[in-house]
């Protein structure tokens, strides 16, 4: 059984950091799996944020993010991570991690309780 349980979220004042993480159990994580960051904005629907590839390492990013958030992973823990700098009110949302790519906003992909992010002065 697919398991993810998201990490990290706090309260954190426009333009600080935040460093989200997802554990990640019930699959081999490592074998060229893909995995994605996920979030949904109060009163929106889900918006796609980040996609890695974990065997290749190969990323991708939404427009409103590059340069802002690094996704990355770490194989041996089975765990994966999403590094958010220069943090905007707007980035404010429940983020999930989710076992699949862009398309988990529009079809079932597996995914964890999510973590609380609010951006906030």
């Known amino acids: 059984e697919v398991q993810l349980v998201e990490s990290g979220g706090e309260l954190v004042q426009p333009g600080g950091s935040l460093r989200l993480s997802c554990a990640a159990s019930?699959?081999?994580?490592?074998?060229?799996?893909?995995m994605s960051w996920v979030r949904q904005a109060p009163g929106k629907g889900l918006e796609w944020v980040s996609t890695i590839n974990t065997g290749t390492g190969t990323t991708y990013y939404a427009d409103s993010v590059k340069g802002r958030f690094t996704i990355s992973r770490d194989n041996a823990e089975n765990t994966l991570y999403l590094q958010l700098n220069s943090l905007k009110t707007e980035d404010t949302a429940m983020y999930y991690c989710a076992k699949g790519g862009a398309d988990c906003i529009t079809v079932y992909c597996s995914r964890g309780q999510g973590t609380q992010v609010t951006v906030s002065s």
């Open positions: 019930g699959f081999t994580f490592s074998r060229y799996v893909i």
